[in-house]
């Protein structure tokens, strides 16, 4: 089994900041790419920010300047620190992990139950 639990959200005010965390547990033998993914209310889950074991990252053109990501690989965590929040940021914001099992050959996607941010104008 394998876990991924997000912390950090919460309500913020336009122009703020807030940090996400997710840490994934469990039967984990190797994690390659992770992520941050948003949906809001009535929209489709978009990618926001993504992460290489290495420390290669990417952004959404939306969030690219305001959000940064990153991971630790020791504690098999990763973040999104969140700044110049704008009202359209809200979301339930969830984590993403591809990870490789024990006694398993493929690497998985696992997702984190979600976190809600809401930034009020």
């Known amino acids: 089994q394998v876990q991924l639990v997000e912390s950090g959200g919460g309500l913020v005010q336009a122009g703020g900041s807030l940090t996400l965390s997710c840490v994934a547990s469990?039967?984990?033998?190797?994690?390659?790419?992770m992520s941050w993914h948003r949906q809001a209310p009535g929209k489709q889950r978009e990618l926001v920010a993504a992460?290489?074991?290495?420390?290669?990252?990417n952004y959404a053109d939306s969030v690219k300047g305001r959000f940064t990501i990153s991971r630790d690989n020791t504690n098999n965590k990763i973040y999104l620190h969140l700044s110049s929040l704008k009202p359209e940021d809200t979301a339930v914001y969830y984590c993403n992990a591809d990870v490789r099992r024990y006694n398993r050959n493929m690497y998985l996607p696992y997702w984190g139950q979600g976190t809600q941010v809401t930034v009020s104008s």
């Open positions: 992460i290489s074991k290495g420390g290669s990252a």
């Open positions: 469990g039967s984990i033998f190797d994690i390659n790419d």
